[in-house]
C-alpha cells in the first residue's frame, strides 16, 4: 500500500550526497546566428538568463582571512557566484559518430562530480572513446604515439567557451579541445588565480585610483548592486599589486581571479567587443580566424564546407554537469545546413538573417558506455547500426531520460515493491474467495 500512496512522488528530488540536483527548467532555446567573409568567421549566441553572474569566485575577508567563495557548486550558487557560459563543439567529419551523437561520445564512466565517482586531485574530464583501449574506462588512455597519430588525422574536437566572468571582461573568449581530456589549447589562458598560497592572501586588489575603492562589499557582489558600469574585475588596467597593510575590513571583497591577455593557439578565439547582458539575455559574439594555421588544435573552417556543431549553456552553473546541452547540429558555409552562415563583407558579419532556434536540455548522467550497452540501453542496437539520436528521441524526451537515469535504483526499487504489493493483493483476493465460496462439509 505504501508503495501505491508514494507512487511517482518522493523519488525524483535534490540529493546532494550523490551530487543531484535537478533544475527547475529541463528545456530552454539558444539562439545562433553564423557569418564569415573567408577570412574570419563570428558565431553569435543569445540566451535567456534571469539574472547575469558577473562574478565566478572571490576572495572575502573575515577576521584575519581572506576566504574563497563561489565558482564551483553543486547546481545553481544560491549567490550567484559562479558564471554564466556558453561552450561549443566543433568538429568537421573527422571523429566517430560525433555527427550523430554529439556531445555524448564525449562523456565516459566515472567523470568528476558523477554520482559516485571518489573525489580525486585529477579532474577527470570529458574524452573521447578512440583514446582509451577500454572506451568505459577513463585510466585506459592509449600511449602517447596513439593520441598523436589520432591528433594528425583530426580526431578531436575543437572547443570554444565563453565565460561571463573569467573572460567576457576584457573581450576574450577560450579556444580549447576535447581529445584524450578536455583542454585549453597551446599558450595562457585568459585568467589566473589572484592568490598566493604561501602568503595567504590576495595578489592584486583594486587600483583606488581608477575603481575609487580597493576591494567591494560582499553585500554588494551577493545582492547584484554591482553592475556593468563598475569596475568589478581585475586586470592589467583596473589593478594593483595588493597591499596587506591596509586597514581592510570584514566583507571586504576581491575577485579570486586575475585576467589577462591569451598568447599562442589559446588566444584565437576572441569577442569583437564584451558582451553585456540586456533585457534578460545575454547576446555574444565570438570570432576567429577560419584558418588559425593551428590545424592539430583547431578545426579549419573552408568555403563550401560543413561542420557538425553541439552547444552548451550554462546559467550561474559551472563546473561539468549542471548545463544545458543540444543535440548534434549541422553548420554549411555556402552549403545546405541547420545554420546556414550568411556570407559577409570584409570585417562586417551579416546579422540580417533569422535566428536559428537551438533547443538545449539538462542531460543528466548518461555515459557513452551506458548506451551502447543492451544491457542497459534497449536502443544500443541503433547506436550499433549508427541511426542518429535525433530519428529516435527529442530533446523533451531525453532530458527525461537523463533524471530517469540518475534515480534508476529508486524507480527499480519502487516498481519492485508495486509488484510484490500487487502480487500480494491478487494472492489475498484468490484465498478470500475461496473462503467464501468454500462450502461447508455436510451440507448437500
Known amino acids: 500500500m505504501a508503495a501505491w500512496v508514494t507512487h511517482g512522488t518522493g523519488i525524483f528530488k535534490v540529493d546532494p550526497e550523490r551530487n543531484i540536483v535537478i533544475p527547475d527548467a529541463l528545456e530552454s532555446t539558444l539562439q545562433v ?13 543569445r540566451w535567456p538568463v534571469e539574472r547575469p553572474s558577473l562574478f565566478n569566485d572571490v576572495l572575502v575577508y573575515q577576521d584575519g582571512e581572506w576566504i574563497a567563495r563561489g565558482g564551483e557548486a553543486l547546481g545553481p550558487n544560491p549567490d550567484f557566484l559562479t558564471e554564466d557560459r556558453v561552450a561549443m563543439m566543433i568538429d568537421d567529419g573527422s571523429v566517430p559518430l560525433f555527427s550523430r551523437y554529439g556531445g555524448y561520445i564525449t562523456i565516459g564512466d566515472g567523470l568528476t562530480t558523477f554520482t559516485g565517482t571518489p573525489e580525486t586531485e585529477e579532474e577527470r ?4 572513446p578512440d583514446t582509451r583501449t577500454d572506451p ?15 591528433r594528425a588525422a583530426g580526431q578531436f574536437i575543437d572547443l570554444w567557451q565563453w565565460r561571463s566572468s573569467r573572460s567576457n571582461p576584457i573581450g576574450l573568449g577560450d579556444d580549447g579541445f576535447v581529445a584524450e581530456e578536455r583542454g585549453g589549447d597551446a599558450g595562457d589562458g585568459p585568467y589566473i588565480t589572484n592568490f598566493d598560497y604561501a602568503a595567504g592572501q590576495p595578489m592584486f586588489m583594486f587600483n583606488p585610483d581608477v575603481a575609487g575603492y580597493r576591494a567591494l562589499a560582499i553585500d554588494d557582489v551577493t545582492s547584484a548592486a554591482v553592475g556593468f558600469n563598475d569596475t568589478y574585475y581585475l586586470s592589467a588596467e583596473t589593478a594593483v599589486p595588493f597591499d596587506p597593510d591596509y586597514a581592510w575590513q570584514n566583507g571586504d571583497t576581491i575577485p579570486r581571479r586575475f585576467l589577462q591577455p591569451e598568447t599562442g593557439s589559446r588566444a584565437d578565439v576572441v569577442q569583437p567587443a564584451s558582451a553585456r547582458w540586456r533585457n534578460g539575455f545575454w547576446d555574444v559574439t565570438l570570432q576567429r580566424s577560419m584558418d588559425t594555421g593551428n590545424p592539430l588544435d583547431d578545426k579549419i573552417f573552408r568555403d563550401r564546407r560543413s561542420y557538425d556543431l553541439a552547444f552548451a549553456v550554462f546559467r550561474n552553473a559551472s563546473t561539468m554537469r549542471w548545463h544545458s546541452i543540444s543535440l548534434p547540429v549541422s553548420l554549411g558555409l555556402g552549403t545546405t545546413a541547420q545554420i546556414q552562415a550568411r556570407r559577409s563583407e570584409p570585417g562586417q558579419p551579416d546579422w540580417t538573417g533569422p535566428w536559428t532556434e537551438i533547443e538545449v536540455y539538462y542531460p543528466g548522467q548518461i555515459t557513452w558506455g551506458r548506451l551502447v550497452d543492451l544491457r542497459q540501453h534497449p536502443g ?19 532530458a527525461l531520460y537523463g533524471i530517469e537515469m540518475e534515480f534508476a535504483e529508486e524507480i527499480r526499487s519502487q516498481w519492485l515493491w508495486t509488484l510484490a504489493m500487487s502480487l500480494s493483493l491478487i494472492v489475498a483476493f484468490g484465498v478470500a474467495m475461496v473462503l467464501l465460496f468454500r462450502r461447508p462439509e455436510g451440507k448437500a
Do not use: C
Request: charged letters at 30%.
Open 33 to 45: 546566428k553564423v557569418a564569415f567573409d573567408g577570412e574570419t568567421i563570428w558565431f553569435r549566441y
Open 125 to 128: 574530464t570529458k574524452y573521447l
Open 136 to 150: 568505459n574506462d577513463f585510466d585506459t588512455i592509449r600511449p602517447e604515439s596513439d593520441l598523436q597519430m589520432l
Open 380 to 398: 544500443a542496437d541503433r547506436i550499433a547500426a549508427r541511426v542518429p539520436v535525433a530519428y529516435r528521441h527529442s530533446e523533451r524526451q531525453l
